[in-house]
């Protein structure tokens, strides 16, 4: 596997279930993102995490709930989600800007959450 | 707080033409990044081309060329010889040069069609 890749793809699931979405990249990166994508709308970023700790959360919700275990690996949990919920969740990763990169994030393939 | 825009929902170009798609943005910090990222149908978000707000030169890569305004905070991207596969979604995004500082603000985005 090369980059960042994303598990499952897809994902329907109902509004009491709970499931979670994994991400992980191959890039050697020290800095990994959730972002949420609706249509019409700006992405929005959700989640930072940055050598493995979390040092961004954008006003999410609580029944979205990050993991960064390690560096190269990056969960979000969900639980009793609404139907607005309903979007695109791209995973990301980057190089730490301090570090002397210019920080450019890679993408994953995103999973596509439906919540019914 | 940064704010990106781009004021072409949608644009097309015929194959083989010229197309630019336009992004302005607005912030008081004098040390960025910007970045167009590409989001063909397959949904993987794949970066185009970067540029330097300190770099005076425009960025290139290879048919993606940017025209960066410091002054008037335009960035916007030209595409040559323009191809089927370039047909995708395109964001333009800004983030800070503050050290440490990892968050991309995305505008909605251009949808380009390219007619053959």
């Known amino acids: 596997e090369t980059g960042v890749t994303q598990t499952p793809r897809h994902l329907v699931m109902g509004m009491t279930n709970k499931k979670s979405l994994k991400c992980e990249q191959h890039?050697?990166?020290?800095?990994m993102y959730w972002y949420k994508q609706s249509a019409k709308k700006p992405l929005e970023l959700m989640f930072v995490?940055?050598?493995?700790?979390?040092?961004e959360n954008n006003s999410v919700p609580s029944r979205f709930s990050p993991e960064c275990p390690n560096s190269s690996h990056l969960f979000l949990h969900l639980h009793t989600l609404q139907p607005e919920d309903s979007a695109l969740y791209l995973c990301?990763?980057?190089?730490?800007?301090?570090?002397?990169?210019?920080?450019?994030?890679?993408f994953g393939p995103g999973t596509r959450l439906t919540v019914l | 707080a940064q704010t990106v825009t781009q004021s072409q929902p949608e644009m097309s170009v015929q194959e083989a033409e010229t197309v630019t798609l336009s992004c302005t943005y607005d912030?008081?910090?004098?040390?960025?990044?910007l970045f167009w990222y590409k989001q063909p149908p397959s949904r993987q978000m794949i970066l185009v081309i970067r540029?330097?707000?300190?770099?005076?030169q425009n960025a290139t890569e290879n048919r993606f060329s940017v025209n960066f305004q410091k002054a008037a905070k335009s960035f916007s991207l030209k595409i040559s010889d323009s191809q089927l596969g370039d047909a995708a979604m395109y964001f333009c995004?800004?983030?800070?040069?503050?050290?440490?500082?990892?968050?991309?603000?995305f505008g909605k985005g251009t949808k380009l069609t390219v007619n053959p």
């Open positions: 990301a990763s980057s190089q730490d800007p301090t570090s002397g990169s210019i920080g450019e994030q890679f």
């Open positions: 890039l050697g990166h020290n800095a």
């Open positions: 995490y940055s050598l493995e700790e979390r040092v």
């Open positions: 912030t008081s910090e004098s040390d960025y990044y």
């Open positions: 540029q330097e707000a300190y770099k005076q």
């Open positions: 995004a800004y983030r800070s040069g503050w050290g440490g500082s990892e968050k991309l603000v």
